[in-house]
């Protein structure tokens, strides 16, 4: 699926056991999500809840390439994004229940997830709004010489953004160390990228603005994971940006409160054929790396974790009223 | 406080630039024209040649773009100062600023704090008509996660600047363009220099007459003329707009009982507004007179010479409302 051989393929040499963690990362996404619909249902999650079901394969790609200084930038639709860096399932759980112990200590919900640790720069629910940031982060870091990549996450919907355009060309005038993922699930909302934009080819945006790009299958973990590893050798070493398309699709609705009234069922049951746990599971039990019993382990394991999660966040303190005003602005004490 | 020599507003920004550069090199300007071009108010003249192009960045005209990538840089560990050519500009930037800027220390629990500051030209009075004049500070002041400096005096153009950059939240500043070409004595940095409280300019018994940035001038003028009429103005330059002083307000309205209050935005919503919603809930008992404002008339700032003055507040304006009060 590669439209654009922008840099020279490299074979990456990756061991059973990260293929097996690669599928146990999707799959902690899926059940963890799968895990939110049900105490949205219950009442226990408000607000707006986006769903990353089906999309696993591209941060599940990404993510563990990534050093620990390297900065991410996410969007609203970022549990997947969090949980692949590696910030635990409890804190996001408590944060969706706006609890103190929450990984944006309950200020935040599901569209904000921030860790500084982590170097996670948030959920930013504005569509393209996390793309100056992601900008300046990598200008800071090409100020201060450090070796440190952003990685900037979007939909294909940002790419009609004003901030999108005035990224790319920031990032590429200036060379900065950045990595755009544009996560093209062809739906911005209910809009198709067909009826919302005149070029639909993303990868071509980037090369108007003189930025390398590739364009790969997002339903493939293993694409995304070589294509991935090319594209931040590729920002690190040179300090410039790169624009990855992943081709994806949500399984799921928009949020809670979509009929999906603009795609057909059999749309939507094609993609969920090439579904990225479903597809990548059959493929390592083919070549033996994993067994049937392998993945019932994990699965339950995985259960373990999420009802821990649950558990945390159901312990988790509410914060005190008379703390409202808290964190508007820094304490000048600090 | 010792007075020192006369300079004008525009040098006293540019010094202020020049010396927050020297002083830390996580400072770096970002902006149009800041550089080659010196700067459309002329305030960077100069600081390309003397610190390179890394740190005196011309953008791009992608107002949205360059203040993201401020408030990114200073999540990184920089302090980038941005400047906005006019407040009507920062308009296109307003996604960043109410989205990012003020929300992120908040909506990260308090994880990342953004030590950014944006100035920006502010104003009419110049006939650059209706989409290069306005004011537009109160917007502004409105969102909490920022703060709001509306430097009035070359001593403040000169020191807010570099006590804006120790904040570690969003600061912008907003300077009147009136103000750059006009000369003042600057008072020296002392332990007296403060961006937390409002300053008495003038001192005054009968009315206190409440204001900032390009309307100070006028209000100064106003209590002038006053004065020799017998009534003695006090007047207050707020300084900042958010977080507000109202302690010294309040203070001055105990001792004058009467307030006029100047502001050169629309007074539908104006930050004139603000302040007199503040006197009325903590000094109503205090007034002899109810609260004045002398505002910009409800119209998109005109080109031609005449209309625009009438539009815009001015000195006589101030004089006929204080009379009207005794």
């Not at chain 1, 060309?169 to 009826?195: D, H, Q």
């Amino acid at each position: 699926m590669n439209k654009t051989k922008a840099i020279k393929a490299k074979k990456t040499r990756i061991s059973s056991e990260q293929k097996i963690e690669l599928l146990r990362q999707m799959l902690l996404i899926r059940r963890f999500e799968e895990k939110c619909v049900e105490l949205y249902s219950a009442g226990k999650i408000r607000g707006f809840l986006h769903l990353y079901i089906g999309e696993e394969a591209v941060a599940v790609g990404i993510m563990p390439l990534l050093k620990a200084e390297d900065r991410i930038v996410a969007t609203y639709r970022e549990h997947g994004h969090a949980l692949a860096r590696g910030i635990s399932s409890g804190a996001i759980m408590a944060e969706m229940f706006g609890k103190s112990n929450g990984c944006s200590k309950g200020r935040g919900g599901s569209m904000h997830l921030f860790d500084a640790e982590k170097r996670f720069y948030g959920g930013n629910a504005i569509v393209g709004g996390g793309m100056p940031l992601a900008v300046g982060l990598a200008l800071a870091d090409k100020m201060q010489r450090n070796p440190f990549v952003t990685v900037c996450f979007f939909g294909e919907g940002a790419v009609a953004e004003g901030e999108f355009h005035e990224s790319m060309n920031l990032a590429a005038l200036w060379k900065l160390p950045v990595l755009f993922i544009c996560e093209n699930n062809l739906y911005a909302m209910g809009t198709a990228l067909s009826r919302s934009h005149s070029q639909t080819d993303i990868t071509k945006k980037a090369e108007s603005y003189g930025m390398k790009s590739e364009a790969i299958d997002g339903m493939n973990v293993m694409e995304v994971r070589d294509a991935a590893e090319r594209a931040i050798e590729f920002v690190r070493e040179k300090s410039e940006p790169f624009l990855l398309e992943a081709h994806t699709y949500r399984f799921r609705a928009h949020s809670m409160y979509d009929p999906e009234l603009y795609r057909s069922k059999d749309e939507v049951e094609d993609w969920k054929d090439r579904g990225p746990i479903e597809s990548f599971q059959s493929e390592l039990l083919e070549k033996n790396e994993i067994s049937e019993s392998e993945i019932a382990q994990m699965e339950e394991k995985i259960k373990a974790e999420i009802e821990e999660a649950v558990a945390f966040a159901e312990a988790g303190e509410l914060e005190p009223l008379s703390d409202l005003l808290k964190d508007v602005y820094t304490p000048l004490d600090v | 406080m010792k007075n020192g020599k006369e300079i004008t507003y525009r040098e006293a920004v540019r010094r202020a630039l020049q010396e927050a550069l020297l002083e830390d090199e996580r400072v770096f300007l970002m902006g149009e024209d800041v550089g080659r071009y010196g700067g459309s108010y002329a305030c960077s003249h100069g600081l390309l040649k003397e610190f390179g192009e890394e740190r005196v960045r011309d953008t791009p005209l992608s107002e949205s773009g360059f203040v993201g990538a401020g408030i990114g840089a200073a999540l990184g560990g920089m302090l980038p100062i941005v400047e906005v050519m006019t407040v009507n500009f920062s308009l296109l930037a307003l996604d960043q600023i109410v989205n990012s800027a003020a929300t992120l220390r908040h909506m990260s629990g308090g994880q990342f704090s953004v030590p950014l500051v944006v100035r920006m030209a502010t104003g009419g009075g110049r006939q650059l008509a209706a989409q290069h004049s306005h004011s537009l500070e109160n917007w502004y002041a409105h969102i909490p996660g920022i703060k709001v400096f509306t430097p009035a005096t070359v001593t403040d153009a000169r020191y807010m600047l570099a006590e804006a950059i120790k904040d570690p939240d969003p600061v912008f500043i907003f300077e009147h363009a009136m103000l750059y070409p006009t000369k003042g004595k600057i008072k020296e940095n002392g332990n007296g220099f403060n961006v937390e409280r409002a300053e008495i300019c003038r001192e005054g018994s009968d009315i206190s007459l409440i204001t900032f940035g390009g309307s100070l001038s006028k209000a100064l003028e106003a209590a002038e003329s006053l004065s020799s009429e017998g009534i003695e103005a006090e007047v207050i330059d707020l300084r900042i707009l958010r977080p507000l002083d109202t302690e010294t307000i309040i203070n001055s309205i105990t001792k004058t009982h009467r307030a006029v209050i100047v502001d050169e935005g629309w007074k539908t919503g104006s930050f004139a507004g603000e302040i007199s919603a503040q006197i009325m809930e903590k000094a109503f008992d205090e007034l002899d007179y109810p609260v004045q404002r002398v505002c910009s008339y409800e119209v998109p700032i005109p080109y031609a010479e005449h209309l625009e003055k009438l539009a815009l507040p001015q000195a006589n304006e101030i004089i006929d409302a204080v009379k009207e009060m005794f």
